[in-house]
């Protein structure tokens, strides 16, 4: 069976797909100032082993957005008001994201990490990450925007869950309700404290500084890391925000935050033995006190090490974050596909990767999806 390469078109079909919903790659290289030399050619996608793109990037870690909603509405992310959200029988059911999880088992994802919207909102994940565990992942985490985590720590943890990341733009009361706009500051550092005594720490919290908004409080959140040993991670802003709004002159580049906080307190990299394709450069405080994580997606991207993939809730694959294609599977899914047709989905939607994900380029088009509809 030859499987053709492809340039400039919009839509792959692939032959492979039996009269079902096409199991294509989709790639839209007019939407991309992406090199014209980056062909997709199936015939030489492995049909066994890992999943693996054309770049010999392996993808072992999948963020599982198992809703769209979220009671908050930061701004960064979300409108005030007027999110249209899925309709509920859009999303994956739980049923059909743990036989999509299972696929991606056997392909070689090791770690699967909860997300959303806000994950802890959809009634049942509790059960559903005591499913995950039966797969035998060597990491189940989740990101949270810890509101609900009083009460859903204890259980998660004898769930299977290993550790949150939970999401706190503020120290200070006001500024946190004018940032996420619901919600209370003392409820999510309430929230930490309960997820440590739970044993899913060590927290790492999650902080996206915006310039002229709270970048005045880089060192607040150094020295709260470092007297309560969470690890504060610094993420970039990105043009993920549903009202379309993000401005590069709001990105706080990392490297400037790592210069301010190592002035104060001297901070040393910490080199991993492997390649580490953990989105975070890590650092940790000379005299001992812990570590921070710069996440910084614009200023210098770590697309060369990426090995995630995403679903989300609706049940598209995505390659990329900032993809302008994806690949659903919940048609395949509901109409009886086998395993290997989902399994063919995954790796041409790996194979299909970009080399990057060209926020920097001139042509760049923002995804049509903002943050919350993709799982952050
Ligand atoms: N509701 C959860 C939460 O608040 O953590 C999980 C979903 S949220 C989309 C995941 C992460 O994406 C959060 O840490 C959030 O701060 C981050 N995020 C959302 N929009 C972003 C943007 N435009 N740029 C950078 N990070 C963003």
Known sequence: MTQPVIENSDVLVDSTSNGRAPSAVRVDLRRRAEPKSHLVDLSAMPL??????????????????????????????????????????????????????????????NSVRLTGGEPLVRRGVVGFIARLGELGFSDIAMTTNGTKL????????AAGLRRVNVSCDSLRPDRFAQIRRRGELDEV??????????????IKVNVVLISG????????????????????RFIEFMPLDAPGHWQRSEVVPGARILEQ??????????????????????????????????????????????????????????????SNDESTI???LRSGATDAEIETVFRQAVWGKFPG????????????????????
């Open 330 to 332: 919940r048609d395949l």
């Open 150 to 157: 009083v009460e859903y720590a204890e259980p998660l943890k």
């Open 261 to 322: 906080i190592n002035a104060r307190y001297p901070l040393e990299p910490i080199q991993s033995a492997v390649i580490d394709p953990a989105p975070a450069q890590r650092f940790r405080y000379v005299d001992g006190r812990g570590e921070i994580g710069l996440i910084s997606s614009v200023t210098e991207p770590f697309c060369g090490t990426c090995n995630r993939l995403r679903l989300t809730a609706d049940g598209a694959i995505r390659n990329c974050l900032f």
């Open 48 to 109: 066994s082993g890992p999943l693996i793109d054309t770049y010999g990037r392996v993808h072992d870690d999948l963020r599982l957005s198992i809703t769209d909603r979220c009671n908050f509405r930061c701004v960064y992310c979300m409108p005030e008001e007027g999110m249209v959200f899925q309709a509920r029988e859009d999303l994956l059911s739980f049923d059909e994201l743990y036989r999509v999880a299972a696929i991606a088992k056997e392909l070689g994802v």
């Open 213 to 232: 908004v709270n970048d005045d409080e880089v060192l607040d959140f150094a020295e709260f890391g470092r007297a309560t040993n969470r690890i504060v």
């Open 357 to 376: 994900h060209g926020i920097n380029d001139p042509g760049f088009l923002r995804p049509q999806r903002s943050m919350s509809m993709i799982g952050g």
């Open 189 to 202: 550092l309430e929230a930490m404290s309960a997820a440590e005594l739970a044993g899913l720490g060590p």
